[in-house]
């Protein structure tokens, strides 16, 4: 009885830790008809969602995002004008993010499984950029600082589970800067204004 109970125990954490990983959080895509696709979105946590398909090269084929938080979206998109290829999927709410990839071959359709991440927390404090990021998929991440459309800094991170790191922003002149994270196919952006 007691091995029972300890085996019915780790697996509630086990299953506790899988759901807290995801953020608690689902990307269904079912085939409806004719390259028409339901996206279906859940999210324990309501927060505002943006999807986002990019095709191989990156470019933003379709982007929408809601304006209240929600706990989940539900719409049908037909892919029949896009070309043959590979494209992803990205839907962002809150700090969790899920992507899979679409496989478009001979008006077929193919999913791949979920791939959660996160996005990155940033935070500027008297002239000291704090950038914070679980890096789930151990990709290689690096920051740029632009002002004006000029690089004024570049660093690499690393490829490391947990990126934390600070950036005296002080010696920089006053003004408005963009600040890029990059993971391996992702890209976030964070205003700063010194």
Avoid: C
Wanted: net charge negative; glycine share 6%.
């Amino acid at each position: 009885m007691k091995t029972f109970r300890l085996v019915i125990f780790l697996a509630a954490i086990l299953g506790y830790n899988v759901a807290s990983a995801s953020g608690n959080a689902t990307l269904n895509l079912i085939p409806v008809e004719d390259q028409k696709v339901l996206v279906a979105f859940e999210s324990a946590i309501p927060g505002q969602i943006s999807l986002t398909l990019t095709d191989s090269d990156d470019r933003v084929v379709y982007y929408k995002s809601t304006f209240s938080p929600k706990a989940e979206y539900r719409g049908i998109y037909n892919l029949s004008e896009l070309q043959d290829g590979a494209y992803t999927l990205s839907v962002n709410s809150g700090d969790a993010r899920i992507s899979r990839n679409i496989e478009i071959k001979n008006k077929e359709l193919a999913f791949s499984d979920p791939v959660f991440g996160n996005t990155p927390v940033f935070s500027l404090n008297k002239q000291l950029l704090d950038i914070s990021f679980l890096n789930n998929q151990l990709e290689n991440v690096s920051v740029q600082i632009f002002r004006n459309n000029s690089l004024v800094y570049a660093s690499q991170l690393g490829d490391g589970l947990i990126v934390q790191n600070r950036f005296d922003l002080s010696r920089l002149p006053g003004g408005d800067y963009r600040v890029y994270l990059v993971s391996g196919n992702d890209t976030y952006t964070f205003d700063a204004e010194i």
